[in-house]
C-alpha cells in the first residue's frame, strides 16, 4: 500500500481551492482550535477541583451529558456557563483580545 505524506495532500488541496475558499478553510481551523483550548480548560478545572463530570453537572445545574460534550469540544460554552463552570471549579475566567 502507497501512502502520501500528510504535507503533500495538503499543500494538493490548497493548491486546488480557491483564495476564497482557503481562508474559510484556515478561519475553521482557528475556531477548532479555540474548541480544544475550552475542552481542555473545562477538564484542567474539573480534574483540578478533584469533580467527576456528574458532579460538576449537578453542581451548576446541568446535564452530565453537556460536560462531556463541551471536553469533547462538540459543544463552544457560552461566556455564562463559563463562569458557573469557574465558580464551581474555585477557578475564574480572563479573557484576553490579542
Known amino acids: 500500500m502507497k ?5 503533500t495532500v495538503m499543500a494538493e488541496m490548497l493548491a486546488n481551492m480557491t483564495e476564497t ?9 482557528k475556531k477548532i482550535d479555540h474548541m480544544l483550548e475550552f475542552a481542555q480548560s473545562v477538564y484542567d478545572a474539573r480534574t483540578a477541583a478533584g469533580l467527576s463530570k456528574r458532579e ?3 453542581e451548576i445545574g446541568a446535564d452530565p451529558v ?6 469533547a469540544a462538540d ?4 461566556l455564562e456557563l463559563l463562569e458557573q463552570i469557574a465558580n464551581a471549579t474555585g477557578k475564574r475566567v480572563h479573557i484576553a483580545l490579542v
Open 66 to 71: 453537556l460536560i462531556e460534550d463541551i471536553e
Open 56 to 58: 460538576l453537572a449537578a
Open 3 to 7: 501512502t502520501t505524506p500528510h504535507e
Open 21 to 29: 475558499e482557503r481562508i474559510e478553510f484556515w478561519k475553521s481551523g
Open 75 to 78: 459543544v463552544v460554552p457560552t
